[in-house]
């Protein structure tokens, strides 16, 4: 199934080269996937051995789209979550202020680092 996704967004996306972060599970450890997405020219992104904590960025932002724009909601098509998702990215990263950022939405705080 994770080949039959990637293939699909290749196909929808034909100029993409995104950064791709998995976990160590057996079909991203796959020859098969990663000569596709090296063929692809994807930018490969993997947890470190027993360090799950690498995850935990992306497992914490799902969780608050999660609770924040997702239950409770009913979408009647893909194009409307996918929507939803874009809408919910944009937001987290230009307007929702976190304390672990000094009370910065992630934007500013890079702004401020760079």
Not at 42 to 49: A, G
Not at 82 to 87: N, P, V
Request: proline content about 4%; aromatic content about 14%.
């Amino acid at each position: 199934m994770v080949l039959q996704n990637l293939k699909q967004a290749m196909v929808k996306n034909p100029n993409a080269h995104p950064l791709l972060h998995s976990d160590r599970g057996t079909q991203y450890t796959s020859k098969q996937y990663l000569r596709l997405t090296t063929e692809a020219g994807f930018t490969l992104s993997m947890s470190r051995v027993g360090k799950c904590i690498d995850n935990a960025p992306m497992e914490s932002f799902w969780s608050h789209y999660k609770d924040e724009a997702y239950y409770d909601r009913k979408f009647e098509t893909y194009e409307a979550l996918a929507t939803s998702i874009k809408e919910y990215i944009a937001f987290y990263n230009l307007k929702r202020y976190q304390t672990k950022l000094g009370s910065l939405a992630p934007a500013e705080y890079r702004a401020l680092a760079a």
